[in-house]
Nanobody
Framework: EVQLVESGGGLVRPGGSLRLSCAAS????????MDWVRQAPGKGLERVSS????????TYADSVKGRFTISRDDAENTLYLQMNNLKPEDTAVYYC?????RGKGTQVTVSS
């Protein structure tokens, strides 16, 4: 069974930083493209960033380009999202996903 467990969310002031982690199990992690998606209150899912298997390619939503960095550690089966210069509009539940599998999410709240 594939399991994705996110951590690292919290409350941060505008301009602050957070680093999200996603621990993956039940799959050969290094073979999979991994995504971070988010859902803001009252809105649909938005793909924030993706990283290809072996980390050779990354993509970002325009709303986070230059502020967020996705990375992976295939030896540790872990996906990361470094989020800098956070804005109130980044407030959302952040999920780690691959294909149709998604974790339970971690809440990120950006507020003064």
């Amino acid at each position: 069974e594939v399991q994705l467990v996110e951590s690292g969310g919290g409350l941060v002031r505008p301009g602050g930083s957070l680093r999200l982690s996603c621990a993956a199990s039940g799959l050969t992690f290094r073979f999979y493209t991994m995504d971070w998606v988010r859902q803001a209150p009252g809105k649909g899912l938005e793909r924030v960033s993706s990283i290809s298997n072996e980390g050779t390619g990354t993509t970002y939503a325009d709303s986070v380009k230059g502020r967020f960095t996705i990375s992976r550690d295939d030896a540790e089966n872990t996906l990361y999202l470094q989020m800098n210069n956070l804005k109130p509009e980044d407030t959302a539940v952040y999920y780690c996903s691959t294909g149709s599998t998604r974790g339970k999410g971690t809440q990120v709240t950006v507020s003064s």
